[in-house]
Structures are given as structure tokens and as C-alpha cells.
């Protein structure tokens, strides 16, 4: 029994080191997105900045709102006066 518990332990551990993408997205679709938004100058502010990088990401509204709030959950991105996001990783690192 302890075992199994220990177990279970380290596989609650090493999946909350994972960087799990939002429900509807894939890790594909998170690499597209950064890609699509370092193009743009790493700031997502306004609908000049949401659309481009849905269509160069291929992602609908939503996912691009979900992708943006799960950088900002995991540290990803950092929040703006104002409004918007600026992303912090990858090529915006």
C-alpha cells in the first residue's frame, strides 16, 4: 500500500511540472502561437494584435484567448498596463 501511495506521488509530481495546453489546444497549436505573436512584436493588446496571429496560428478566437491566458497562468507572459499581454518566452524571451 505505501508504494502505490508513493507512486502515485510521483506521478502527481511530474505531471504538475508539465505545461499542459489549454482543452481544445495542442502543443502544436502553443508553438504556433508564440511564433505567431513574437511576429507581432510579443504584445497581444487589441484586435490588430489577435488577429494575425489567428491566422498565421490557425486558431480560432477562443483558443487564442485560452493560449494567452494559460502563458499568463504559467508565468509565460506578463500582464500590461491597460490591457494586454506581452509574451516572455521563446523568441519574446
Known amino acids: 500500500m ?4 508513493i507512486g502515485l506521488g510521483l506521478v ?3 505531471l504538475a ?3 499542459v495546453p489549454p482543452q481544445g489546444t495542442s502543443a502544436e497549436d502553443v ?8 511576429s507581432i512584436g510579443c504584445v497581444m493588446r487589441s484586435e490588430a494584435d489577435y488577429l494575425p ?12 484567448k485560452d493560449i ?10 506578463v500582464k500590461l498596463e491597460g490591457g494586454g499581454a ?8
Open 2 to 5: 505505501r508504494l502505490k501511495v
Open 12 to 14: 502527481v509530481t511530474a
Open 17 to 19: 511540472g508539465c505545461d
Open 31 to 38: 508553438a504556433k502561437y508564440q511564433k505567431a505573436v513574437a
Open 53 to 64: 496571429v489567428e491566422l498565421q496560428a490557425g486558431l480560432t478566437r477562443q483558443q487564442t
Open 68 to 77: 494567452t491566458a494559460f502563458h499568463l497562468s504559467t508565468g509565460k507572459a
Open 86 to 93: 506581452k509574451l516572455t518566452v521563446g523568441a519574446c524571451a
